[in-house]
């Protein structure tokens, strides 16, 4: 009898363990779903949590490189408020500085970094392959990294960015509407900054045809601006100046010589005009800026691919004079141009 009573427990006792196995929840297609679901959560948790640290290397602080800075900026913080951080370095003007710049981000594991300018998209194209660089304030891609042959508007690689060329046909055009008399043009220029030597020379084939003389005035670095300023002024009845960086940080300098010389000057942009020149056709860079704080956000938090994204350019132009120096020159603009305040 106790043999039969032990056989009955035995087999009460395993039916309460099979029970017990199904109502835990160990059925394999529940198990799955739930691991699924799980699993489906962590990576929209991790996006709505993830934060950005971006490095900007600008070359030199003048008014068109920092509206640029801006525009990005202010992209950045309309469309992720907190969850973006920058670390703003000026290299002064400094290439060799612009690399010490962007290694340090490179160290850092910077998210993106923006080269506000061409050395420093040259700085950052040769201390990374891997980390998104977008460039603005840049006028050429293909010169500035060297990809002249085969250009197509996009890099193949992690870079791309905004541009800040204006139509220089068109700025010819406006030199030919304000000085139809005058023989000859300087153009002055930074012979460090590549992007600089493509506009003159590209301004210079554009002249020519309109059958103006130019000759090239190039310096080295802020040192010898204004004896060749001065040289420029001597040779030449009107002086043009591209968006070249240094030339935008030596603007005082340019106006103290010619000026006195009754020599107008013609700028590629707002900022250089604004110190020297008496008109511009330009661009905005804040606007360039803002549309590369966009390329940002889609790439860091889209994914788009920077490799196949063109470089943009500025819808718009605009001509421009200078009020205060058209007056002491004597100078008539038509009544479309803006006035720079």
Known sequence: MKKILSTLMMLIMAFSFAGCGTESGNNPSETASNETAANSETPQNETNDKTYNIGICQLVQHDALDAATKGFQDALKESLGDKVTFDLQN??????????IVNQFVANNCDLILANATAPLQSASA??????????SVTDYGVALGMEEGWNGTTGVNISGTSDLAPLDKQAEM?????????????????????????????????EGFGYSCEFFSFVDSNDIAAVTTG??????????????????????????????????????????KGCGVATLSISYYDIGKKTGEMAYDILVNGADISKMEIAYSPNVEKKYNPELC???????????????
């Open 91 to 100: 290299a002064q003007g400094d290439s060799p500085t612009c690399a010490t």
């Open 327 to 341: 007056t002491e020159l004597g100078i008539s603009i038509p009544q479309d141009y803006k006035a720079i305040s």
């Open 232 to 273: 420029a002024c001597d040779k030449s009845d009107i002086i043009y100046i591209p968006t070249d960086n240094t030339a935008a940080s030596n603007t005082e300098v340019i106006k103290n010589i010619c000026l006195p010389a009754k020599k107008p000057v013609v700028t590629g942009e707002e900022g250089i005009c």
């Open 127 to 136: 201390s990374t392959d891997s980390i998104p660089i977008l460039g603005t």
């Open 175 to 207: 030199i030919k509407e304000l000085f139809p008399d005058a023989k000859t043009v300087g153009l002055l220029y930074c012979s460090a900054e590549a992007n600089s030597k493509y506009q003159v020379e590209k301004m210079k084939e554009y002249l």
